[in-house]
C-alpha cells in the first residue's frame, strides 16, 4: 500500500508496515516499553478485524465455476462459450454451477491452475503440485488459469474438496455430504483444494439440444426395451440410493421447455419399473419420465449422461416400449 493512500491514519499504516517487529506501529502512536505489549494484545484483534476483511475482499467472487462430467472426468470452467462447447461438442452433461471464484488475484487470493491428460482434467491451487505435474513427464500439460481461489478459510467462503478415483478422474465439490458418499462409494479424499463462495446461480443457459433424430430415438429406445425386460430388483445399493437431482439442476428439451430433477431414489425398484414409472408420469411430467428412464441405466454413467442430453429421444421411445 503506498504510504500517501495512509496519511492520517496512523492505525491502518502502522498495521501495514508491521514486518518482523509489531510494535514499531505502536511506536509511531508514541507508545513505548511494557505499554506497547498491553496495548497490542488489546488493539491487535480490532485491528485485524478492521483490515483483514479489506484486503482479502478487495474484489468479489464473480465466476460461476460450472461443473460438466463425461464419463468419470469431471469437468470445470468458468467460460459459458466453453461450457456449452463441451455439451454440443465433446459429449459432456452440465451438472451445475459449483460455486463462484475470483477474477484475478489478491491477498490470499491465488491461482486455480487446470491441467490436463489425455482426457482427464486436474484443478490444484498449489504451485509446487503444479510444476510436479508438468515436470514428470507423463502427460500433463497446463491449459491454464480459470479463476482465483482463496488459500485460507476466510469469512463466507466455503471449502472446495477434492477426490480422486483410482486410475484416473478428479472431482471437486462443496457439498460435504456429497464428498463424503463419493468416497464411500470409492473415491479417495484428497482435502481441500480452496475456499470459495457457496453461490450456484446459473448467468448461463444451456444450449437447446435439436429434435430427436432416428438414430437417437432407436438408440434410446434399444436400452429402454432392455430395461422393460430386466425384472430384478436393483442390487447396486449405492448407485440405487443416488437421489435424481444429484444428476444436475434442469432438464432441457428441444421445445425450449426446462424440468428441474427431482429428489427422488430408485432404490431397490427393477429397471422394469423405472420404465413403468416413466411411462406413468407422461404426459405432464415429462422431466420426470426421463429421469425415471436414467434411473434404469444408473450401472452405466455414460448411457445415463447420454439420456440426460437427448431427452427427446428419450421420451419418443417410451411410446414404442409396450
Not at 474438496?161 to 478428479?170: A, D, L
Not at 443416488?242 to 439442476?249: I, L, P, Q, R
Request: hydrophobic share 40%.
Amino acid at each position: 500500500m503506498d504510504r500517501n493512500t495512509t496519511k492520517g491514519n496512523p492505525t491502518v499504516l502502522s498495521f501495514i508496515q508491521l514486518g518482523a517487529n509489531p510494535y514499531v506501529g505502536l511506536t509511531r502512536l508514541g507508545l513505548s516499553g511494557g505499554v506497547q505489549m498491553k496495548v497490542w494484545r488489546i488493539v491487535l484483534p480490532a485491528i485485524v478485524g478492521l483490515v483483514c476483511p479489506f484486503v482479502a475482499y478487495a474484489q468479489t467472487a464473480t465466476l460461476p465455476l460450472y461443473r460438466l462430467v463425461h464419463g468419470m472426468d469431471h469437468f470445470y470452467t468458468t467460460d459459458c462459450s466453453e461450457k456449452n462447447s463441451a455439451i454440443q461438442n465433446y459429449g459432456y452433461t452440465f451438472e451445475f454451477v459449483q460455486a463462484y471464484i475470483f477474477p484475478s488475484a489478491s491477498a490470499q487470493i491465488v491461482p486455480l491452475y487446470r491441467l490436463r491428460n489425455g482426457s482427464w482434467h486436474f484443478y490444484t491451487a498449489d504451485p509446487n503440485e503444479e510444476q510436479q505435474l508438468l515436470n514428470s513427464n507423463s502427460g500433463w500439460i497446463l491449459e491454464g488459469i480459470p479463476g482465483y481461489v482463496a488459500n485460507a478459510a476466510l469469512p463466507n467462503l466455503t471449502p472446495l474438496y477434492r477426490s480422486s478415483w483410482p486410475g484416473g478422474g478428479h472431482y471437486y465439490t462443496t457439498n460435504l455430504q456429497e464428498w463424503s458418499q463419493e468416497i464411500a462409494a470409492g473415491w479417495k479424499g484428497e482435502g481441500i483444494t480452496g475456499w470459495v463462495l457457496n453461490r450456484t446461480d446459473n448467468p448461463c443457459p444451456n444450449p437447446v439440444p435439436p429434435p430427436a433424430g432416428q438414430t437417437d430415438i432407436q438408440k434410446a429406445y434399444q436400452n429402454e426395451l432392455w430395461a422393460w425386460n430386466d425384472n430384478g430388483p436393483c442390487s447396486q445399493f449405492l448407485l440405487c440410493a443416488t437421489y435424481f437431482d444429484s444428476w444436475g439442476v434442469n432438464l432441457t428439451f428441444s421445445d425450449g421447455s426446462v424440468a428441474p430433477f427431482a429428489h427422488v431414489q430408485r432404490l431397490t425398484t427393477s429397471a422394469h419399473d423405472c420404465i413403468q414409472n416413466a411411462k406413468n408420469a407422461l404426459p405432464g411430467q415429462k422431466g420426470l419420465a426421463v429421469e425415471w428412464v436414467m434411473a434404469s441405466q444408473i450401472h452405466n454413467p455414460d448411457l445415463l449422461n447420454w439420456m440426460k442430453n437427448h431427452p427427446d429421444a428419450v421420451i419418443a421411445a417410451l411410446s414404442q416400449i409396450q
